[in-house]
């Protein structure tokens, strides 16, 4: 575990993740536990702070089949990519969205990836999203019409060495 209490997601997270993501479906999009169990075990990060916020991320060298992860592949050679972060409303505005991004970052460079790629719905619109992004560096580096019919923009953030 480390200092801010950020641990590897196991098998008794599944229930918490699957409501948690639920309730905010409209900013990520569904999942179910199948599906979960096998992005947990394709991921190059899985961590979670309590059952209060989880953040899921896969490099270049995963089989995840995403629409969103596949443009960051065919566009870049080595990438740490945040499929989603989710935080309680309850536990919102208190760190640990950064928190879990700061544990992932270090990951990632130790990994060697130079670059984190995620993306943020412009349609339907996650401001609250979008401030967080910008606050932590991240540029856009493309835009999407996805075949749910949500529009995104694609981010990256260069990792200092």
């Given amino acids: ?13 599944v229930a918490w993740i699957l409501a948690l993501n639920a309730a905010n479906e409209t ?9 979960l169990r096998l992005m ?11 059952r209060d916020g989880f953040l899921i991320a896969f490099d270049q060298t995963s089989a995840y089949k995403s629409v969103n992860y596949q443009w960051f592949r065919v566009g870049y050679m080595q990438f740490m ?27 990632a460079r130790r990994g060697g990836h130079g670059t984190v790629a995620c993306e943020v719905n412009i349609d339907p619109p ?3 999203s979008d ?3 910008d606050r932590l560096g991240f540029v856009e580096a493309g835009k999407a019409t996805l075949p749910n019919g949500k529009t995104v923009r694609y981010m990256t953030k260069a990792l200092p060495k």
């Fill in 27 to 35: 900013a990520t999009s569904p999942l179910d536990a199948p599906t």
């Fill in 81 to 107: 990519y945040v499929d989603r972060i989710v935080v309680d409303a309850t536990a919102r505005k208190g760190g640990l969205a950064r928190a879990l991004y700061e544990d992932m970052f270090v990951v």
């Fill in 40 to 50: 947990l075990g394709d991921a190059a990060y899985a961590g979670a702070i309590g």
């Fill in 126 to 128: 996650n401001p609250a």
């Fill in 1 to 13: 575990m480390s200092a801010h209490g950020i641990r590897p997601i196991g098998d008794d997270d």
């Fill in 131 to 133: 401030a967080f992004h």
